[in-house]
């Protein structure tokens, strides 16, 4: 179809509509075209409906997670700790014992009493005075061995001398313990003393007079030029002391031993010069030796 001048259809408008004048009465038919709006533009896609959801407004601070982190590894810190505490893989199910001779391993494995109790808790201290009221411990070091093991490193008391009393003679350390009545070997040193009582394992002598015979048996040989043949401890007196030349000193406590020894020996020598004869002096008063 094409208009007055001829032009083709292609280029016309799509479609031309004839209005016929309006009649009186009559309803015209209106062409409303859908979805364009009524201002004539462009109707933007219509949305689709969604839910809305709300939107916190508190939110947390650096702070805050920080220290939401710290209890969180507090928390598994104090888990493992208390697996730890609570695994039967930290009890102590062996204790090694070394350094014992005469005293049993499970004498001193039962005295100690921390088989069972976890490596974290045990109470070595408390162990340790336990085994020192054995009467043949002189020391005692407790390590623990990771996993499961404790060591108890044992130093015995060791016989030093004899100690002879209401006629029954007993070993004795240094320190004066009573290890047993057993006669003691020969040679060792030997205090007689005048007391009576029974003594029993663990018991202590007098320590003054150990520590006094400790110093004569070494002293008095280099000093006097003789031999220790007694040393005694006399109840009320103290220390006595006889020689192999048949002299004797009353010596009283163990204080300053070497400079009684040295007044005995100026004493001696100079009694020898004068032609005077004595069988015992006493020393108890230091510098004021009294022969007789």
Do not use: C
């Not at 005469?102 to 085994?131: K, P, Y």
């Not at 520590?211 to 007196?237: C, M, N, S």
Request: hydrophobic content about 40%; cysteine-free; proline content about 5%.
């Amino acid at each position: 179809m094409s208009d007055r001048h001829g032009r083709d259809n292609e280029q016309l408008p799509r479609q031309i509509v004839r209005r016929k004048p309006a009649v009186v009465g009559e309803r015209r038919r209106e062409i409303v075209r859908r979805g364009a709006p009524s201002g004539g533009g462009v109707q933007p896609p219509r949305r689709r409906w969604r839910p809305s959801l709300p939107h916190p407004r508190w939110r947390p601070s650096k702070g805050f997670a920080a220290l939401v982190g710290v209890l969180a590894v507090l928390v598994m810190l104090g888990g493992g700790a208390y697996w730890a505490l609570t695994s039967p893989f930290f009890k102590v199910n062996n204790v090694e014992v070394t350094g014992n001779e005469r005293i049993t391993s499970d004498l001193l494995v039962n005295r100690a009493e921390l088989l069972g109790e976890s490596m974290f808790t045990a109470d070595l201290a408390s162990a340790q005075q336990r085994l020192y009221g054995h009467p043949l411990v002189a020391g005692v070091r407790i390590e623990r061995a990771w996993p499961s093991t404790v060591r108890l490193i044992v130093e015995e008391r060791q016989a030093w001398g004899a100690w002879e009393q209401g006629g029954v003679r007993y070993t004795i350390d240094r320190d004066g313990v009573v290890l047993s009545s057993v006669a003691s070997p020969e040679g060792v040193p030997l205090i007689r003393s005048s007391e009576t009582t029974t003594l029993r394992q663990g018991d202590r002598v007098n320590y003054q007079a150990v520590q006094a015979a400790a110093e004569i048996y070494e002293l008095l040989p280099r000093q006097l030029g003789t031999t220790v043949t007694e040393v005694a401890f006399l109840a009320g007196k103290g220390v006595q002391v006889t020689t192999a030349d048949g002299q004797s000193a009353l010596l009283g406590d163990s204080s300053a031993i070497a400079y009684k020894l040295s007044v005995w020996a100026a004493m001696s020598k100079q009694a020898m010069e004068r032609g005077i004869n004595y069988t015992t002096i006493d020393l108890r008063f230091g510098n004021r030796p009294v022969l007789q």
